[in-house]
Nanobody, 120 residues
Framework: EVQLMESGGGLVQPGGSLRLSCAASGFTIGNYDMTWVRQAPGKGPEWVSSLNSAGGTTYYAESVKGRFTISVDSAKNTLYLQMNNLMPEDTAVYYC?????????????WGQGTQVTVSS
């Protein structure tokens, strides 16, 4: 069974840090482009960061650049998002996504999300 399971969310004060995890099962994470997307209350989805499967290139939204770091542990088949210097506007549900194409098909998997709340 293909599954993505996020964890690591919670309540943190402004300036604090959290590390989100996204554990993959049923497929090899290294063969997919991996992305973090977040959705704040009352707003649409916002792309946060991506990691390209081909060369491991990383990409960040301007709003998180310099504060967030995306990475993958192939041995654990897990994606991470290290979030530092968190701000109230980072409050959202964070989702991980795995995407790949092959044999004329698209493979697009999403996790269930983990809540991050930044508040004093």
């Amino acid at each position: 069974e293909v599954q993505l399971m996020e964890s690591g969310g919670g309540l943190v004060q402004p300036g604090g840090s959290l590390r989100l995890s996204c554990a993959a099962s049923g497929f090899t994470i290294g063969n997919y482009d991996m992305t973090w997307v977040r959705q704040a209350p009352g707003k649409g989805p916002e792309w946060v960061s991506s990691l390209n499967s081909a060369g491991g290139t990383t990409y960040y939204a301007e709003s998180v650049k310099g504060r967030f770091t995306i990475s993958v542990d192939s041995a654990k088949n897990t994606l991470y998002l290290q979030m530092n210097n968190l701000m109230p506007e980072d409050t959202a549900v964070y989702y991980c996504r795995a995407f790949a194409t092959g044999d004329g098909f698209e493979y697009d998997y999403w996790g269930q999300g983990t809540q991050v709340t930044v508040s004093s």
